[in-house]
């Protein structure tokens, strides 16, 4: 794996985005964000399950005055999301939120950008430029607001990653010239509290449109896949994409974007990072898929074993095997293992096996050994 791009720190809150720092994991809020006492209540759900930074939609006016009860009330920094509606950036930032998300897409009049800007720098309030393919400026439209219908911005007709020649304006042109637009904007004002998202759901297109802009600016990158989908293919995709760029040492934060509860989000953004050695948020678990070998439910005692792990911070690695083909030398891998067979179990410790139980005791005898590991730490740690 590449060594990791070096970036500009950049805080949000009193958490460290980019400058070597470990890299984040966000979520999103999927309450109404007029409704304080619900999304309140989803991010400290939210934050249970490891989020880092939380952003919240802002729609209209109410809700950005929501957002500075909602501050009051969590322990995470809070991102504004904003679109369309300069004043509702100036409201937000009034109301003592973390960091913007402005999308240069539709928020395109320069004059209304640079006031933003002033108002996020004398706060020092840092801005993410989130770059996203479905909302992207009309072709020949980049900070431009007059002149183009939205339904008629022919970036659709623009070729995707893989499809264009080198003489083609591709979709990936037009997504790094409308960040570079907006960056220019904010450094003419001698702002450069900047995060950049270069999101689109075609994973290629993405891929190209990061590693493209991660050549030529200092700034750290939040990664995403954008409508990525539901739990099983929406954690795939993100996977996929994500997981090329993160392995090229790009990247800074992350959030994944399903169509399900953000806490599974949450889930998976650590499990992508923990795959890669990046981050180690609680117990990796190593489980063989079951076969015609096993002997006993292997795919019921993982998922047991799995759910009492989701409830502790041991930063362990648990191996639950069925056979003796992988089992002995898996769950001799790892900090606790157990190689499951008929009528009985063998438990090990770093390659020594330390019990011999019976079928039916083998879960509480596992996690009886997980709670004796003296591995456990609050938090997060980067490898």
């Given at each position: 794996?590449?060594?990791?791009?070096?970036?500009?720190?950049?805080?949000?809150?009193?958490?460290?985005?980019?400058?070597?720092?470990?890299?984040?994991?966000?979520?999103?809020?999927?309450?109404?964000?007029?409704?304080?006492?619900?999304?309140?209540?989803?991010i400290?759900?939210?934050?249970e399950?490891?989020?880092?930074?939380?952003?919240?939609a802002?729609?209209?006016?109410?809700?950005?005055?929501?957002?500075?009860?909602?501050?009051?009330?969590?322990?995470?920094?809070?991102i504004?999301d904003?679109?369309?509606?300069?004043?509702?950036?100036?409201?937000?930032?009034?109301g003592?939120?973390?960091?913007?998300?402005?999308?240069?897409?539709?928020?395109?009049?320069?004059?209304?950008?640079?006031?933003?800007v002033?108002?996020?720098?004398?706060?020092?309030?840092?801005?993410r430029?989130?770059?996203?393919?479905?909302?992207?400026?009309?072709?020949?439209?980049?900070?431009?607001?007059?002149?183009?219908?939205?339904?008629?911005?022919?970036?659709?007709?623009?070729?995707k990653?893989?499809?264009?020649?080198?003489?083609?304006?591709?979709?990936?042109?037009h997504?790094?010239?409308?960040?570079?637009?907006?960056?220019?904007?904010?450094?003419?004002q001698?702002?450069?509290?900047?995060?950049?998202?270069m999101?689109?759901?075609?994973?290629?297109?993405?891929?190209?449109?990061?590693?493209?802009?991660?050549d030529?600016?200092?700034?750290?990158?939040?990664?995403?896949?954008?409508?990525?989908?539901?739990?099983?293919?929406?954690?795939?995709?993100?996977?996929?994409g994500?997981?090329?760029?993160?392995?090229?040492?790009?990247?800074?934060?992350?959030?994944?974007?399903l169509?399900?509860?953000?806490?599974?989000?949450?889930?998976?953004?650590?499990?992508?990072?923990?795959?890669?050695?990046?981050?180690?948020?609680?117990?990796?678990?190593?489980?063989?898929?079951?076969?015609?070998?096993?002997?006993?439910?292997?795919?019921?005692?993982?998922?047991d074993?799995?759910?009492?792990?989701?409830?502790?911070?041991k930063?362990?690695?648990?191996?639950?095997?069925?056979?003796?083909?992988?089992?002995?030398?898996?769950?001799k891998?790892?900090?606790?293992?157990?190689?499951?067979?008929?009528?009985?179990?063998v438990?090990?410790?770093?390659?020594?096996?330390?019990?011999?139980?019976?079928?039916?005791?083998?879960?509480?005898?596992?996690?009886?050994?997980?709670?004796?590991?003296?591995?456990?730490?609050?938090?997060?740690?980067?490898?």
């Open positions: 794996m590449k060594q990791r791009r070096a970036t500009k720190p950049v805080y949000v809150g009193d958490v460290k985005v980019g400058g070597g720092a470990n890299i984040t994991v966000q979520s999103m809020t999927k309450t109404d964000t007029r409704d304080v006492a619900a999304t309140v209540r989803q400290h759900e939210l934050e399950a490891g989020c880092e930074i939380i952003r919240s802002v729609p209209d006016m109410e809700a950005a005055q929501a957002m500075a009860e909602i501050k009051k009330q969590i322990h995470i920094p809070l504004a904003i679109h369309f509606h300069y004043q509702l950036a100036l409201e937000c930032l009034k003592g939120v973390d960091c913007l998300r402005l999308n240069p897409g539709n928020l395109r009049d320069e004059a209304q950008v640079r006031q933003v002033d108002s996020a720098k004398e706060r020092g309030i840092p801005i430029i989130g770059v996203n393919f479905g909302s992207l400026p009309p072709v020949g439209g980049i900070g431009r607001t007059r002149g183009f219908s939205r339904h008629m911005d022919l970036v659709n007709k623009l070729p990653s893989g499809e264009d020649s080198d003489s083609d304006y591709s979709v990936v042109d997504m790094v010239a409308t960040a570079l637009w907006e960056i220019s904007l904010l450094e003419d001698d702002f450069d509290q900047i995060k950049i998202s999101k689109a759901f075609d994973v290629p297109t993405t891929v190209e449109a990061y590693t493209r802009l991660a030529m600016v200092p700034y750290p990158l939040h990664l995403g896949v954008t409508e990525a989908g539901t739990l099983l293919s929406g954690s795939i995709r993100t996977a996929v994500l997981g090329e760029l993160l392995y090229q040492g790009i990247g800074d934060t992350i959030r994944v974007s169509a399900g509860d953000s806490t599974d989000e949450v889930a998976a953004g650590y499990e992508i990072l923990k795959s890669l050695n990046l981050r180690r948020k609680g117990a990796i678990l190593v489980a063989c898929p079951s076969c015609g070998r096993a002997d006993v439910d292997v795919i019921k005692l993982a998922n074993v799995d759910a009492l792990l989701k409830k502790s911070n930063e362990i690695r648990v191996a639950v095997m069925g056979c003796e083909v992988n089992g002995p030398g898996e769950a891998d790892a900090d606790v293992g157990i190689a499951a067979g008929a009528g009985r179990a438990i090990f410790r770093k390659g020594l096996k330390v019990r011999v139980v019976a079928e039916e005791d083998m879960l509480t005898a596992l996690m009886e050994e997980v709670e004796k590991t003296e591995v456990a730490a609050e938090g997060s740690t980067q490898l």
